[in-house]
Structures are given as structure tokens and as C-alpha cells.
């Protein structure tokens, strides 16, 4: 078996020649053939430097580079294309994670047949530990998917690639997001170090971002295979209110003798909502056309 270690890094140049030495006793630790794939987003701390000095020492890193920060998805999108092993464990540069010790323990989560490997810290004590724990209440509430640690280190096998949703700010739902498509989620426990060098890129400003991300998500999952769920219940909702309101409107007026049509305001709102219910349904027509027309295009690909 070939594992890819898939590490992207920005301004860690003080982390870089210790994770790289931590995951080539990972590796060795493993007893699998390895490489180690870096991608630098935007360095200017002098990080590509150290970088270029590591790999000229080591044929088994593949080095990769953004010329300016395009941000945690993008860097996965980049390395992973370049990743050519049967799993790919993600680990970070920042050496909260101990690649030595954590490589082994996440490729021992495959022996329960799992396809999906997260890591859970423990002895985490930081400021960002209530975060960790509203975004995995999040996640649970939208997806059933119950683990402890999913936006940290995780392992996958290789077919997982295909079934990857990266855009966005994406890479916080990769677990979330294979477990939805079938694919089986575990966890496993690892040690938790605090970082030492380098300044954390995440902080209270990704909650909102998270939190609408997670949401966006769900409906991507949810509806996207059959939008006319979602469009056509919103509008067949408005629509059959629409109509009750106005079958009560027309019996106060014939058979109360209530001209209750001189209420314009009521009038103008009923006739609006039937107006959106029907755009509604009608938007969830149009959907199921692009849905249709994409999956052919799929299956002309695959052809």
C-alpha cells in the first residue's frame, strides 16, 4: 500500500524541517511506502525557501506552490491532484499534530473497514475548544454524522476523490460530505500539541462563514439531485394558501353576504403569493431540466 501525505502550509517556516522529519518516521512507523506532498499558499515568511531546501534533500516529497493565498480549499484541490497514493492522510504544518504519531494511528482506522478516517484530539485546551464543539453540533444536526474532531486530520482512500465536494470554504465538510455519498466515517484518538511557532489562520471570524457554509452544504446534498422537492414544496405551499384564503373570501361574500373583497390589502397580498407559488414551481421545473441536462453530460464523460 502507498500513502500520500498531503500537508499545505503559509508562513510556517519555523514547522516545516520538524513536520517533515515527523512524517518520514510516520511513515517508516507505518511500515508503507510513502511520499509527502507540500503545497505552499502564498508564503512570505520565507517558507518556500525552507521548503525547496527540504525537498532537494528528500525525492519523496513533491513540492507545489500558489503564488499568492488562495485559501485551505484551493491548496487541497492542488494537492490532491498531485497525491498518487491508495490513501491520503491530511495533516497540518503547524505541529498540533504529530505526523510520527498520528500517520500510524489514522491508517490503523482502515482495519474496521472504514473509508473515512478523522482524528479526535485530546488534551485539547485553547480558546477555540467551544468552537470545535459548536461546529460538531452543527454537523450532527444537519448531517447524523456523530464524531468528535471532523474539520481536523483525517485519512481517505482514494476513490473518496471522486465523491469530494471543494469550493468554497468546503474543506471544513469533507467528512460530512463522503458520509452523505455512502462512504464510512469513523474517528479515531490522537494527542493534541500546542503550537509552538507560526500564528493560527483560524479563528471567531469563521463562525458565521461556517455556519452559512454548513448550511449551503446541506442543501447541496439535500436537494440538489431533486430541486423540485424543495421549489416545488415552497410553492405548492403558497399556492394552496393562496387558494383557501381566497375560497373563504368568495363564501363570506355569496354566502355571508360579507364583501370581504373590499379588504384590499388581503386581496393584493393573496394574489402575490400565488404569483411566488407559482414562479416557485415553475423555478423547480427549470431545475430539473439543469439536473437532467448535467447528469447526461455526466454519462457522456463516462462514456
Not at 504529530?98 to 482502515?110: K, M, N, V
Not at 468552537?131 to 452543527?138: P, Q, T
Amino acid at each position: 500500500m502507498k500513502v500520500s501525505v498531503f500537508i499545505p502550509f503559509c508562513n510556517e517556516k519555523g514547522n516545516l524541517a520538524e513536520v517533515v522529519e515527523r512524517v518520514g518516521k510516520g511513515l517508516a512507523a507505518a511500515k508503507v511506502e510513502g511520499e509527502l506532498v507540500m503545497v505552499d499558499d502564498g508564503s512570505t515568511d520565507g517558507s518556500w525557501e525552507e521548503a525547496s531546501r527540504l525537498a532537494a534533500e528528500r525525492p519523496w516529497i513533491t513540492l507545489l506552490r500558489h503564488r499568492k493565498n488562495l485559501g485551505l480549499t484551493q491548496a487541497m484541490r492542488t494537492g490532491f491532484g498531485a497525491c498518487t497514493g491508495e490513501i491520503i492522510v491530511f495533516v497540518p504544518s503547524d505541529l498540533e499534530s504529530h505526523p510520527d504519531e498520528d500517520i500510524p494511528a489514522l491508517l490503523a482506522g482502515f482495519e474496521s473497514g472504514a473509508d473515512v478516517v478523522c482524528g479526535r484530539r485530546l488534551g485539547r485546551w485553547e480558546g477555540k475548544v467551544f468552537l470545535s464543539w459548536f461546529y460538531n453540533e452543527v454537523s450532527w444536526a444537519l448531517f447524523g454524522l456523530r464524531l468528535h474532531d471532523m474539520n481536523w486530520i483525517k485519512a481517505f482512500k482514494r476513490e473518496c476523490l471522486a465523491d469530494m465536494e471543494l469550493r468554497s470554504d468546503w474543506h471544513r465538510f469533507i467528512p460530512q460530505v463522503l458520509h452523505a455519498k455512502g462512504w464510512m466515517v469513523t474517528e479515531v484518538p490522537v494527542r493534541w500539541y500546542r503550537r509552538r511557532s507560526g500564528k493560527s489562520h483560524f479563528g471567531w471570524s469563521r463562525v458565521p462563514i461556517a455556519f452559512f457554509d454548513a448550511l449551503v452544504v446541506k442543501f447541496m446534498l439535500t436537494f440538489t439531485r431533486a430541486p423540485m422537492r424543495l421549489f416545488g414544496t415552497f410553492g405548492g405551499i403558497q399556492m394552496i394558501t393562496a387558494l383557501a384564503i381566497i375560497g373563504w373570501m368568495l363564501y363570506a361574500t355569496f354566502a355571508l353576504n360579507d364583501n370581504v373583497f373590499r379588504n384590499r390589502p388581503l386581496l393584493l397580498f393573496t394574489v402575490g403569493m400565488f404569483l411566488s407559488g407559482t414562479i416557485f414551481l415553475f423555478m423547480g421545473f427549470l431545475a430539473e431540466l439543469i439536473v437532467g441536462v448535467k447528469d447526461d453530460l455526466s454519462r457522456r464523460k463516462e462514456r
